[in-house]
């Protein structure tokens, strides 16, 4: 049975008696939370970039044309380690108007993970596949909050070598369907007592973000 799940992120999740099978088709958010932070840091890294390089002194003149007339510039390497950042961020940016994704799906003999890579500006989806008797661990990964709230992905062990999946794309109340499905197929997934008080929370928050919503309507 296929569903569409709420939350931040959109996901597809369908478990049957033979295979696992997740679709995230807005790893960053929603398309109007994109556009807002990916207008941002491209307008941040433009502005940072003019105010390092074409702003004028006190003299009259900018870091620009310093160079050009074969002057040293004061901070030289502070003001192209700042453009180096900037730049980044303005990457960053549009990154964020780029295609984005990630697929696992999983059946009792093979594990395939296939995503679009984060240096991917052309949508260029990449899969991995692994047989199942090398795979093991698979887990609700924490890696820390941020300003959107916690960051979790899916973690797993391929011959002992760290894997991640949905990474700052998934929520506990998806990750637990989905590696309850992984359980049902026979793979190995980690005891983790501290997942289903990550779901309860989770969900407590969308029913509380769903009751603000409607009275402000």
Not at 16 to 29: K, M, N, R
Not at 42 to 52: A, F, N, P
Not at 86 to 91: A, E, H, I, R, T
């Amino acid at each position: 049975m296929r569903k569409r799940d709420g939350g931040r992120f959109k996901y597809e999740i369908k478990i049957t008696s033979d295979s696992v099978e997740a679709i995230c088709g807005q790893p960053f958010g929603p398309k109007q939370s994109r556009t807002v932070l990916g207008t941002l840091l491209i307008g941040l890294g433009i502005w940072g970039i003019y105010r390092s390089w074409l702003s004028h002194d006190s003299y009259g003149h900018n870091n620009w044309w310093y160079l050009a007339h074969h002057y040293t510039v004061l901070n030289f390497d502070s003001v192209v380690m700042s453009t180096a950042i900037l730049f980044l961020f303005m990457l960053l940016g549009v990154r964020l108007f780029c295609p984005a994704g990630a697929i696992l799906i999983c059946n009792r003999a093979q594990v395939t993970t296939t995503r679009i890579p984060w240096h991917s500006f052309t949508g260029h989806w990449v899969s991995r596949t692994y047989n199942v008797s090398d795979v093991s661990g698979f887990r609700l990964g924490y890696f820390g909050s941020g300003r959107g709230g916690n960051v979790y992905g899916i973690r797993f062990l391929v011959n002992g070598s760290k894997k991640t999946i949905f990474l700052g794309s998934i929520d506990p109340p998806e990750a637990y369907r989905i590696l309850h499905g992984l359980k049902s197929l026979g793979l190995d997934v980690a005891n983790d007592p501290k997942l289903l008080s990550r779901v309860k929370a989770g969900l407590l928050d969308r029913k509380e973000e769903e009751l603000d919503r409607r009275m402000r309507i």
